[in-house]
């Protein structure tokens, strides 16, 4: 049949297909060659295209009375550590999500970097010593970030269900590097950006 769409024969373009996300490769490609600034490793890409996958089967079904992002959602499902995940599966399949069917569709980060090397024929630019650290520092920024939401949500969590008895809280997150031959402590993103520990150059 003319202009019948062919399927792909990989896994990360054939399940875009399938839940209508047809500019995801595209972006796929952009984020990791950091075509709008930093570039994105495999991990994050792989967790950006299952978040878009669960986003969309949960918008394809009656799932409108869920509370929260598509990125709490999709933790609650598939980190171990929060201890709500079979609820959150009940609640998505009496809603006529097939959260077996969706999961399978997941990536893994191995699945990315074979789709963008082998089917987008990428080669990704060599990073200046200066975009290293940027990147560094976004990363441990981003993870001190997730930290600080998985403890917060986790401690909600257990209030909600009158395990925990709290009232008003807050999660302080701070990460020190000590340098053992001075004794100066620093925040591990100063610590990054100022290329280390100033004892170094003192000597």
């Given at each position: 049949m003319t202009g019948e769409r062919t399927t792909p024969s990989n896994k990360v373009d054939r399940v875009a297909q399938a839940y209508g996300l047809d500019d995801l490769g595209a972006e796929l490609e952009a984020r990791w060659l950091g075509v709008d600034g930093e570039q994105s490793s495999t991990r994050d890409l792989a967790t950006l295209f299952n978040k878009r996958v669960l986003?969309?089967?949960?918008?394809?079904?009656?799932?409108?009375?869920?509370?929260?992002?598509?990125?709490?959602?999709?933790?609650?499902?598939?980190?171990?550590?929060?201890?709500?995940?079979?609820?959150?599966?009940?609640?998505?399949?009496?809603?006529?999500?097939?959260?077996?069917?969706?999961?399978?569709?997941?990536?893994?980060?191995?699945?990315?970097?074979?789709?963008?090397?082998?089917?987008?024929?990428?080669?990704?630019?060599?990073?200046?010593?200066?975009?290293?650290?940027?990147?560094?520092?976004?990363?441990?920024?981003?993870?001190?970030?997730?930290?600080?939401?998985?403890?917060?949500?986790?401690?909600?969590?257990l209030a909600n269900n009158d395990i925990l008895d709290v009232g008003q809280f807050s999660i302080l997150n701070d990460i020190q590097v000590l340098c053992e031959n001075c004794g100066r402590s620093y925040d591990v993103t100063t610590f990054i950006e100022r290329d280390g520990c100033q004892c170094a150059t003192e000597n």
């Amino acid at each position: 049949m003319t202009g019948e769409r062919t399927t792909p024969s990989n896994k990360v373009d054939r399940v875009a297909q399938a839940y209508g996300l047809d500019d995801l490769g595209a972006e796929l490609e952009a984020r990791w060659l950091g075509v709008d600034g930093e570039q994105s490793s495999t991990r994050d890409l792989a967790t950006l295209f299952n978040k878009r996958v669960l986003e969309a089967a949960v918008d394809r079904s009656d799932a409108f009375t869920f509370t929260g992002t598509v990125d709490q959602l999709y933790r609650r499902l598939t980190d171990d550590d929060t201890g709500d995940a079979a609820l959150v599966r009940s609640r998505l399949e009496q809603h006529g999500v097939d959260v077996d069917a969706v999961t399978d569709d997941f990536v893994s980060h191995q699945t990315i970097h074979r789709y963008l090397k082998n089917h987008r024929e990428l080669e990704r630019p060599e990073q200046t010593p200066e975009d290293r650290k940027a990147s560094a520092v976004d990363t441990v920024q981003r993870l001190r970030g997730r930290t600080t939401a998985v403890a917060e949500q986790t401690i909600e969590s257990l209030a909600n269900n009158d395990i925990l008895d709290v009232g008003q809280f807050s999660i302080l997150n701070d990460i020190q590097v000590l340098c053992e031959n001075c004794g100066r402590s620093y925040d591990v993103t100063t610590f990054i950006e100022r290329d280390g520990c100033q004892c170094a150059t003192e000597n």
